[in-house]
């Protein structure tokens, strides 16, 4: 456990999610489900099994509710929040003409907001309440023991499916005296109750990025250091490229196309060496943050189950389930999109599968993700490239943000709605939002694609105006523009010359 605070909201949370004293339930014979890991993946599988009627055990080791309401979503986007406040504040006077805003802001308040939210939305994680749903709840190192039981805490489970959801913890690369430092992880950032005077982040994906926005725009100086040239670089160029520009404009430092050599501490400051092209540089900073990846939590003895597990997590066919027939896996520890609301759906899927002779298929789920620096950036289904190197023929339409008037009214041009198309068809492959509320309008296009329609349909609704949403039916008017050929259009001239000339008109 690495909430560390004296904060009275921490010790609030955890007496929520890791009561001090519990009274361990006495096994029954068998139990239906056991789950091991009680974050988003864990937490679902077992609400949903109760509730089918089943007799459910959890088994837990760290805290109830996992990195998303710990470590990761929940206190990440309390403080990605209060920093856009902070810019919106500053930038008032000049882009809206408000009053002028001077002075420094009080990030310990910011954080101390935060871990009160975080504590406040933790009674739906908590002990208590799925106690009072019926789940067994045991807190300890579960260990696997044989193909249908596990052990914890001295206590043997038995089972007739069982679900792991261990999720992941943050990678700490081989990298040259990265283990002889003071670091942080999303694990232990949310500690901090200071704002670092100057903040060093190893990691442009989701995470570094995200962090490296925030802390800028409360007045860290920032560094942002990656092996790629652009920061999310998993991401549409043209996303990567706007996100950018946002991190320069807030003030961060980005290092992309750079090799991380090594680390060292002198003198209460972090020293990392970077390699560019064969040529050393150096950065210090008073803070060091690692986000360079996730790895699988497996160390539960799966081999006494015949689990079959590698570096990049548990091995899982399409209906989620590992090489023993009784157990299947979500969420993080099966290296598959690492993702809350992914953990969510996999446990849905698992849970019917697992009980019902299920037939859901992984690879029919369409996930969407967001990057929530400002403007977001989301995407669901493969970018451009992705589809290309699948061998996929692909028409693509762009509506610039710079076209949209609610973007323009509110000042916030700086982005896009992008949809790939199966060529000569309507048919959504897959597309990229770029705006201040890109992951809520990801899902209409998401919608469209679990459904079936395409983007004609789509078109077809009637979207309020003015909202940034209404760049989606404007994809889709560029879209029809198009099928307009030289042919059509000529035809459509003779039509009108004939019409005209008819009685009436």
Not at 69 to 78: D, E, F, Q, R
Not at 82 to 88: G, L, Y
Not at 262 to 288: F, H, I, P, Q, T
Not at 418 to 447: F, P, Y
Request: aromatic share 6%; net charge negative.
């Amino acid at each position: 456990m690495t909430i560390a605070s004296n904060s009275p909201h921490d010790q609030r949370l955890l007496k929520t999610v890791r009561p001090a004293v519990w009274d361990t339930p006495t096994p029954v014979d068998r139990y239906d489900l056991v789950v091991v890991g009680a974050g988003s993946g864990g937490l679902v599988s077992a609400a949903i099994g109760v509730a089918l009627g089943a007799r459910v055990a959890l088994i837990e080791k760290g805290l109830l509710g996992g990195d998303c309401l710990n470590y990761g979503c929940v206190p990440s986007k309390g403080i990605l929040r209060a920093s856009r406040s902070w810019a919106d504040a500053q930038a008032s006077h000049e882009d809206f003409h408000g009053p002028e805003v001077s002075g420094e802001g009080d990030f310990g308040a910011v954080m101390e907001r935060m871990r009160k939210i975080r504590a406040d939305i933790s009674a739906v994680d908590g002990a208590e309440r799925f106690r009072s749903l019926g789940v067994d709840i045991f807190f300890g190192q579960a260990r696997f023991t044989g193909s249908d039981r596990v052990e914890v805490e001295g206590l043997e489970l038995r089972f007739r499916r069982a679900i792991l959801a261990t999720g992941a913890r943050p990678s700490l690369p081989p990298i040259d005296g990265l283990d002889q430092v003071d670091l942080l992880t999303n694990e232990t950032l949310f500690n901090l109750t200071e704002r670092p005077d100057e903040l060093i982040v190893l990691g442009a994906g989701a995470i570094g990025t995200e962090i490296s926005h925030a802390f800028a725009r409360f007045g860290s100086r920032v560094t942002l250091i990656d092996l790629a040239e652009l920061p999310i670089p998993r991401e549409e160029p043209e996303a990567s490229q706007v996100a950018l520009r946002a991190l320069e404009a807030a003030g961060v430092d980005f290092r992309g196309g750079v090799k991380v050599v090594s680390v060292r501490e002198s003198e209460g400051r972090k020293v990392v060496v970077l390699d560019r092209d064969g040529a050393r540089e150096e950065v210090s900073g008073d803070v060091l943050l690692v986000a360079l990846g996730r790895t699988p939590n497996t160390e539960l003895g799966l081999e006494a189950a015949e689990v079959q597990f590698g570096r990049s997590g548990v091995t899982t066919d399409d209906r989620l389930r590992t090489t023993n027939r009784r157990i299947y896996a979500v969420g993080d520890v099966t290296g598959r999109h690492q993702f809350t609301h992914v953990a969510d759906a996999h446990a849905r899927l698992a849970v019917r599968n697992a009980f019902f002779f299920g037939r859901s298929k992984v690879t029919d789920l369409v996930i969407p993700m967001s990057t929530y620096i400002h403007p977001e950036v989301a995407r669901v289904g493969p970018t451009r490239a992705e589809l290309e190197a699948q061998g996929e023929e692909v028409d693509t339409v762009r509506v610039d943000l710079d076209d949209v008037d609610r973007a323009i009214l509110d000042g916030e041009t700086e982005g896009f709605v992008m949809v790939h198309l199966k060529a000569g068809s309507d048919t959504i492959l897959g597309g990229t939002v770029v705006a201040s509320n890109a992951g809520d309008i990801i899902s209409q296009l998401t919608q469209a694609m679990t459904l079936g329609i395409g983007l004609g349909k789509l078109g077809d609704l009637i979207f309020p105006y003015p909202t940034v949403a209404e760049a989606l039916r404007k994809t889709a008017d560029v879209w029809r523009r198009r099928k307009l050929t030289a042919r059509t259009k000529t035809l459509f001239g003779w039509f009108f010359r004939i019409w005209r000339r008819l009685p009436g008109n």
